[in-house]
């Protein structure tokens, strides 16, 4: 069994694999059926919403995107605040965009879910961190505010916490050409060139005239050190926050970053690493075999992704202004959804014209008299209870920014 038989069997590639289109219709559907729930908002007795409390504007699937973007990158400011590790910083961006293909933010705020995905990742990527103190870091959260979310997360992420990340290709396809540049390297099965015959057209890459063969393996290797860091710059930022997770496998990724920041050294290396495929009669070096086409096709579909502009950070100062406005109609969405629940929970007054009626209930007996009408005092502290537990939930969350990060 290869790396790749391996892959299809990870929940990753089962779970989570997708075509552009797939992902663009999924995103759709999960946008529509929250607004068709929030339209046919009812209370028990099958009212629809009144004509005073019409329903609001709700986000577009690409208001909703926007919004989860901006809230990875938090997650990632606040890794790195905490210097976590890459590994769980990626996770818990791959747990919030896994979470938001099949639920929407006007369902579950992103800024609820965020500390719990970056806790949960912690504990999937074996990085300890006391719960008391994760939430000590985080201004107006309590231990219980960070786990409370978890088993909602889980079912969101159909329980797959296995992420499959790019960064063991890059390091290992690194230290593969390294190994090439100094003649180590063994050519793979069916290959017809010689470990030296690479090594000697690596050598050869851009060129290089002047100085010896020391000196252009020394070039070489500084070279491939340069295209190691910057591929990592593109793994770290627009790897994670675009769509590359779900439309590429880890390789094609690695692979397409390197093409991205090197292009001559990425041909080369999958050059080699796929030589041996070629038909009957055709020279290595002087046409690529049908695979080679094909796989290159896929990688400059990732690499053009990697190198969007939209699929990097989002600067907070440019989306600033649009990133509000969503907020402000997502608060108007769910003010809207409290309000109809409000109502839906709000026991019925009894009116009468000087009727005296006695009602029974777990509590006792409660008299309503006159035109006025008393509600019954059990319902009213539900009601309150369940109020004032949403005013501060709002409270927290009423900067769409949040307050500064704790010490």
């Avoid at 949960?120 to 961190?129: G, M, N, R, V």
Wanted: glycine letters at 8%.
């Amino acid at each position: 069994m290869n790396e790749d038989d391996l892959y299809r069997l990870s929940s990753q590639y089962r779970l989570w694999s997708f075509t552009p289109t797939a992902l663009s219709d999924l995103r759709a559907s999960t946008n529509g059926l929250a607004c068709q729930r929030i339209h046919n908002a009812t209370n028990d007795s099958g009212k629809s919403a009144s004509s005073d409390n019409p329903t609001p504007h709700l986000l577009t699937p690409a208001e909703e995107l926007s919004l989860v973007t901006f809230y990875c990158s938090r997650a990632m400011d606040f890794c790195d605040f905490c210097e976590f590790p890459t590994a769980v910083r990626a996770t818990a961006v791959q747990f919030l965009r896994r979470f938001y293909t099949t639920h929407s933010p006007m369902s579950h705020h992103p800024k609820t879910l965020m500390p719990c995905a970056i806790f949960l990742a912690t504990k999937t990527e074996s990085h300890y961190i006391n719960i008391d103190s994760f939430a000590a870091k985080l201004p107006k959260t309590s231990p219980e505010d960070v786990i409370r979310p978890e088993l909602l997360l889980n079912e969101g992420m159909r329980f797959s916490f296995d992420v499959r990340h790019p960064y063991r290709a890059l390091e290992g396809g690194t230290m593969e050409m390294n190994e090439i540049a100094r003649g180590g390297y063994a050519p793979p099965q069916g290959s017809r060139n010689s470990s030296t015959e690479v090594r000697r057209r690596m050598l050869e890459l851009g060129k290089v005239e002047k100085g010896g063969e020391v000196e252009r393996e020394k070039r070489v290797l500084e070279r491939i050190k340069t295209a190691h860091n910057n591929a990592r710059v593109l793994l770290d930022g627009p790897g994670v926050l675009s769509d590359a997770y779900f439309l590429y496998t880890p390789s094609q990724i690695f692979l397409a970053a390197l093409i991205a920041v090197d292009e001559e050294l990425g041909l080369f290396y999958l050059h080699v690493l796929l030589s041996g495929t070629q038909g009957p009669g055709v020279k290595e070096e002087e046409e690529p075999s049908g695979l080679e086409a094909k796989v290159l096709g896929v990688l400059r579909g990732c690499s053009a992704l990697l190198q969007d502009p939209r699929s990097g950070k989002p600067d907070v100062k440019e989306v600033k202004g649009a990133l509000k406005e969503i907020d402000r109609k997502l608060k108007r969405v769910e003010k809207w959804i409290e309000q109809q629940e409000e109502r839906d929970e709000r026991p019925e007054s009894v009116a009468g014209g000087g009727e005296k009626r006695e009602e029974k209930t777990g509590m006792g007996t409660v008299e309503e008299k006159g035109g006025k009408g008393i509600e019954m005092v059990a319902d009213k502290k539900v009601v309150k209870k369940r109020k004032l537990e949403r005013d501060r939930a709002r409270m927290e969350g009423e900067e769409l920014f949040g307050g500064p990060l704790g010490k």
